[in-house]
């Protein structure tokens, strides 16, 4: 169990910030994410794209954004848990609860969440028959390839995972990739390789097809497939595999107990508060009569909020407003050297 | 300024004049039409602004798919030969009067 001040659900530019204006006014916090990298959407959707509205800086990347970011957070060595998701919450005596995903549990009184518009999932299958058989036959992921040893895997995408994956289990597995169209958007040399293998039969290429349903009697038989002018094909199957990239989904975050207004969180715009004590909501997941979806906004929700934990994380202590330009307190709390 | 028609996947129409320089996508998000997410606030980069064109003359005339559009299609719900993304259909006054159809989600 980590005990803090703080927990920051979503390593976003919102989230970062927010950090930091913790460390300024001395408050511990730990930031969870479930992306495997800090950034949030700045650097899983673009992190290349030039970014020309955030204050006195006239235009930067996604990525150099968040590098800056990480930077100015450094002097307080906060903990970043990647590659998890919050799952669970509970209060006991003003205090929540945390679990997450890979089995880490903190105790804190106040959880700030910027998420964004939710935790990136990998995209499933349209079909309802196809959640019977998700993480057991329908998988989204690889965790250990050799489950696939002489089975048949029909394999859905067009892009890097799918060509990748289609290439490496065609050693051990029969492998039929299904692609919606002719094009595929994986790297050249890959789709070369598909093109050769398919020419000599080591794999089933079908184009212009996509996913209709799939069969079996507890165990996955076959799937069949469907072109846009209504063909189908059964192939058989012992695992379908689908790579269609990552969506947002708010995720567990719609089973705490928050008020929601569609995919958002309103809260009250003087510390960014839930409906429930202790849990802020920042940035483009938080709502209220005015919001705008841009960086700067979240970056001041973000200071707002952290004022917002210190009531609660130092019930005994009044804040005292200060300038980082004068403070010896924060200069300090930043390891700065007159 | 062009006229734009959205039609929802149950079949609910809405119009909405949508100025010039917008995208299909802002005119459905700036006249609270729904079916159209938008997450990634139209950066090309999620797939959620995905609607059909289902008239082929129409199809025809839209401004061609830029690079890495088809790519993105790939990840949308349902995807056909006559998708597209609305945040690349921008407005001009050559589309007043083009519908564009809703799919049954966007995720």
Partial sequence: MIKTDVVIIGAGPTGLFCAHQLGIIGLKCEIVDN???????????????????????????????????IEQIKPFNFNFHLSDRVQELKNENNKWLVKTLNGKEFETPNIVIAGGVGSFEPRKFPTKSAEKYDGKSVLYSIKDKTIFKDKSVVIFGGGDSALDWAIELSNSSKVTL???????RGAPASVKKI????????????????????????????????????ESKVIKANYVLGFFGLIMQLGPIAEWGLNLNKKTIPVNTENFET?????????????????????????????????????????????????????????????VKE | MAKIKYIEFNGTEHEADVANGLSVMEGAIQN?????????????????????????EWFKKLPEKEMGEDDMLDQAFEPKS?????????????????????????V
């Fill in chain 1, 35 to 69: 992306l495997d990298k800090i950034g949030g959407q700045c650097i899983e959707l673009y992190p290349d794209k030039p970014i020309y509205d955030i204050p006195a800086v006239p235009k930067c990347t996604g990525e150099e954004l968040t590098n800056n970011l």
């Fill in chain 1, 178 to 184: 299904v692609h919606r169209r002719d094009e595929f």
């Fill in chain 1, 195 to 230: 093109k050769e293998l398919s020419d000599n039969k080591t794999i089933n290429l079908i184009t212009k097809y996509s996913i209709k349903d799939v069969k079996g009697n507890g165990l996955l038989e076959s799937v069949e497939i469907k072109s846009e002018s209504g």
């Fill in chain 1, 275 to 335: 409906n429930k004590r202790g849990i802020f909501a920042i940035g483009d997941i938080c709502t209220y009569p005015g919001k705008l979806k841009l960086i700067l906004s979240g970056f001041h929700e973000g200071a707002l909020a952290a004022r917002g934990c210190f009531k609660y994380a130092r019930p005994n202590e009044k804040y005292r407003f200060e300038f980082t330009t004068a403070s010896s307190t924060i200069k300090d709390r930043l390891g």
């Fill in chain 2, 32 to 56: 609270d039409i729904p079916g159209i997410d938008a997450d990634c606030g139209g950066g090309m980069s999620c797939a959620t602004c995905h609607v059909y064109i289902n008239d082929d």
């Fill in chain 2, 82 to 106: 006559n998708s597209r993304l609305s945040c690349q259909l921008i407005i001009s006054d050559d589309l007043d009067g083009l519908t564009v159809h809703m799919p049954e989600k966007q």
